[in-house]
């Protein structure tokens, strides 16, 4: 689901494919919903990597940081 | 001198994991000073550039909403905000705080072309305290590399544009449609627009889902609906990101 740039964990998939993003965040013990709900971007099911505390948005998908933290 | 139109904008005031957002931090002030000083406006949320370069925490979006304030009350909220911030942001952020009289800024034309490159290009601190000090905006880094005065006076300059970000929060209004008019008269929105720009027909009757959510444009409040089977549905999230 992501791939290493320096780093950096990258969402491969971008900004846009909310199905795989739903998917990545059911596969990760470390999701964390973010608590501001004006930045939760997921009208249908919350739990997304698109919603997650952890994701950095960059130009073209979102940096995992908890990934980051553990396995840089 | 009496109470005249006031910006007010904050940004970086988190790190990765935070429990409080720039948005939330935001909203408190706002009610303190609607509260204490003034009646607000709605806080508009402004996305930044998404760069590698750029030491933001997870959006660089920047928050700002105006007031109406004196000589004194101005300095009484800036004080306020300052140490309100400085309390409430996480330990290793950079806040920022940009505030400023709307009569006061001499070039809004350069001030919004400041916001405008906010979006496109990695700007400095020093471009920023220029642009402040040329339109006489009162601009200070809170704490650590206090960074986040690029944001904060970009969020005043975008918010004075007029036709940039999404409005923060979500109103619920309790039933499943609603006539385009009968929004309109509750004040919650200055109008109804299809995602195309054409203003919504106000008998037609709007399909509510969940909560209604708004857009800045052209200086107002804008709830965007589209066409469904003779009724209106507002756009959902994922259709409002470029706002």
């Known amino acids: ?72 | 001198m009496g109470k005249n139109k006031v910006y007010i904008a904050i940004d970086d005031t988190d790190e990765v994991g935070y429990y409080t957002s720039t948005g939330e931090i935001c909203e408190d002030i706002r009610e303190h000073i609607d509260k204490n000083y003034s009646r607000t406006t709605p806080i508009t949320r402004h996305q930044l550039l998404l760069d590698d370069r750029i030491p933001y925490t997870s959006h660089n979006s920047s928050m700002c909403f105006t007031c109406e304030l004196d000589l004194e009350t101005f300095e009484q909220v800036k004080n306020f905000i300052l140490s309100y911030v400085a309390y409430k942001s996480a330990h290793s952020s950079s806040p920022g705080v940009c505030m400023g009289f709307e009569r006061d800024i001499c070039d809004r034309d350069a001030l919004i072309a400041y916001g405008l490159d906010a979006k496109k290009r990695v700007l400095t601190k020093e471009s920023a305290y220029e642009t402040a000090a040329a339109q006489k905006l009162f601009l200070k880094e809170v704490k650590n590399k206090g960074n986040g005065i690029i944001g904060a006076l970009a969020g005043v300059a975008l918010r004075a544009y007029g036709n940039d970000g999404r409005i923060k929060g979500k109103i619920k209004l309790g039933k499943k449609s609603i006539a385009v008019s009968e929004l309109l008269e509750t004040g919650l929105f200055e109008e109804v627009r299809l995602k195309h720009g054409k203003t919504a027909d106000k008998n037609h009757h709007i399909v509510i889902d969940e909560y209604l959510k708004g857009v800045y444009i052209d200086h107002k409040s804008v709830l965007l609906v589209e066409e469904y089977g003779g009724f209106y549905k507002p756009l959902v999230k994922e259709n409002l990101l470029d706002y």
Request: with cysteine; net charge positive; aromatic share 16%.
């Open chain 1, 1 to 72: 689901m992501f791939y290493k740039r320096d780093n950096s964990f990258v969402f491969k998939y971008g900004k846009k494919n909310y199905d795989k993003a739903i998917e990545a965040a059911g596969l990760c013990k470390n999701f964390v919903l973010d608590k501001d709900e004006d930045e939760l971007i997921t009208s249908t099911k919350k739990n997304s990597c698109y919603n997650c505390l952890f994701r950095r948005w960059c130009s073209e998908s979102f940096i995992c940081m908890k990934k980051g933290m553990y396995e840089s």
